[in-house]
């Protein structure tokens, strides 16, 4: 089992910034692959970014390349979300997701996941 919370929403304006973080626990994460998934109202989960947890360059949607950057911290079992140039379309939950071996952006695809952080970008 893998557990991850995650941190770091809240409200900002557009043009602004916010880091996400997503603690993970439960077992070695080596094999795994970690990506942020957001679900806007009335939407359905959408893929934003992933990442392979210990190599590998990371995947990214075409609404945040440029503006959003993922990262991890396999010391601390972390995986950050650096967004930067919110928009207020970027308003959503956000979620952490953990799934073996490769990034998929399919939601699906992912075994694990976080509760969500609220992410509210006002114009």
């Known amino acids: 089992q893998v557990q991850l919370v995650e941190s770091g929403g809240g409200l900002v304006q557009a043009g602004g910034s916010l880091r996400l973080s997503c603690v993970a626990s439960?077992?070695?994460?080596?094999?795994?692959?970690m990506a942020w998934f957001r679900r806007a109202p009335g939407k359905q989960r959408e893929f934003v970014a992933g990442?392979?947890?210990?190599?590998?360059?990371?995947d990214y949607a075409d609404s945040v390349k440029g503006r959003f950057t993922i990262s991890r911290d396999t010391a601390k079992n972390m995986v950050y979300l650096q967004m930067n140039s919110l928009k207020p379309e970027d308003t959503a939950v956000y979620y952490c997701?953990?799934?073996?071996?490769?990034?998929?952006?399919?939601?699906?695809?992912?075994?694990?996941w976080g509760q969500g952080t609220q992410v509210t970008v006002s114009s």
């Open positions: 990442i392979r947890w210990n190599y590998g360059s990371p």
């Open positions: 439960g077992r070695t994460l080596d094999t795994y692959a």
């Open positions: 997701a953990a799934r073996s071996l490769s990034v998929m952006v399919v939601a699906g695809a992912y075994e694990y």
